[in-house]
């Protein structure tokens, strides 16, 4: 897409775009969340103790403190994270409309290595209000919270791994796909 910017230029921004647009959604939220609970938990430290016995698994104000700090921390790296992946992304789209020649590959491997770090920190990010759930229902107790982990492994396991399954699962909506290119190729040939 460098060699060509005039033709491409206006792909590539967008593209870059729609990434940082979602980046800035989830740091948002982070930071929003995070903020939240901070509000909370100075609140519910100034009040009396006494609602504490309420839920189950939380039966002293350390353990409680522990808990809204680990969800807390979850959610500033999650805000970190999406920040830096704005970073990279806002620079991959100042680098990805510069004119390149088809033989100067160190500057589009540069780009590409910035792209993939924004890809990089995007997912680390996302990985990390992904932990977020199991550590919110640990407020609740240890039993959800266990559940929890057991269905986001299921859910994580299935999203990242090459299985038979999720492999003949994709390659089958490949096919689909350049089945009906096929076709369409073809009605456009006669």
Request: no cysteine; aromatic share 6%; hydrophobic share 40%.
């Given at each position: 897409m460098m060699?060509?910017?005039?033709?491409?230029?206006?792909?590539?921004?967008?593209?870059?775009?729609?990434?940082?647009?979602a980046s800035t959604l989830l740091a948002t939220t982070a930071i929003t969340l995070s903020?939240?609970?901070?509000?909370?938990?100075?609140?519910?430290?100034?009040?009396s103790n006494t609602s504490s016995q309420l839920v189950?698994?939380?039966k002293t104000s350390i353990i409680s403190s522990i808990k809204y700090f680990s969800i807390l921390l979850c959610f500033?790296?999650?805000?970190l994270f999406n920040v830096?992946?704005?970073r990279y992304y806002a620079h991959v789209s100042f680098l990805g409309t510069v004119p390149t020649w088809k033989d100067n590959k160190e500057s589009i491997e540069y780009?590409?290595?910035?792209?993939?770090?924004?890809s990089l920190f995007w997912s680390l990010g996302l990985r990390a209000f992904y932990v977020s759930f199991p550590l919110f229902l640990w407020i609740f107790g240890p039993i959800p919270m266990f559940i929890c982990c057991c269905v986001m492994s299921c859910i994580l396991y299935f999203l990242d791994t090459t299985s038979s399954f999720t492999q003949n699962l994709h390659s089958h909506s490949i096919r689909q796909v350049t089945k009906t290119d096929d076709v369409e190729l073809a009605a456009d040939l006669s």
């Open positions: 060699t060509d910017p005039l033709k491409n230029g206006v792909l590539v921004v967008q593209t870059i775009r729609n990434n940082i647009m903020s939240l609970i901070s509000v909370f938990v100075s609140s519910s430290s100034q009040s189950y698994g939380n500033l790296i999650a805000f830096q992946s704005i780009v590409a290595r910035n792209l993939n770090r924004g």
